[in-house]
């Protein structure tokens, strides 16, 4: 039997800088398309677990060491990614120290969670509302899915 073929596997990580007040979050300018700020992220890399490619981008993006506290939820829509079908597990995780921008990083900045920047890229808005959802009530994003047409 061949391999299937599926949807790239990548991972975002809300930052909450725990040393600032209300728990600001950190997000990047991409400095490659889709342009726009986003949620620190990238690729899984084979044999990585998803968490740990959570950690890594983060460090790798804006220079944090975090702690993964929950799966905030899966963005799995076909569309969410211009550059092809892409699912990406979103953690929300706790960091101290200042964001430095690295790697795939034009800039990065923090934000309280309500003032985040117009443009945002891939469903990174969907996202943040989950998120502030989250932060309101606890609850993680809810499931998503168009039944049979």
């Not at 945002?120 to 168009?146: N, S, W």
């Amino acid at each position: 039997m061949s391999r299937p073929v599926t949807p790239s596997l990548a991972c975002d990580t809300i930052i909450e800088l725990i040393d600032y007040p209300d728990r600001p979050i950190v997000l990047i300018e991409r400095v490659n398309p889709p342009y726009g700020w986003a949620i620190p992220g990238g690729f899984v890399d084979v044999g990585e677990t998803v968490e740990h490619a959570a950690i890594r981008e983060a460090r790798e993006e804006v220079s944090l060491n975090v702690k993964l506290i929950t799966l905030l939820g899966l963005y799995s829509d076909p569309k969410r990614d211009n550059r092809g079908h892409t699912v990406t597990a979103v953690y929300v995780a706790e960091a101290n120290g200042n964001p430095v921008a690295a790697d795939d990083a034009k800039n990065c900045q923090i934000f309280s969670i309500d003032s985040f920047p117009r443009v945002l890229a891939f469903d990174h808005e969907q996202v943040l509302i989950d998120y502030v959802d989250f932060r309101t009530t606890g609850k993680v994003a809810p499931l998503r899915y168009i039944a049979n047409r």
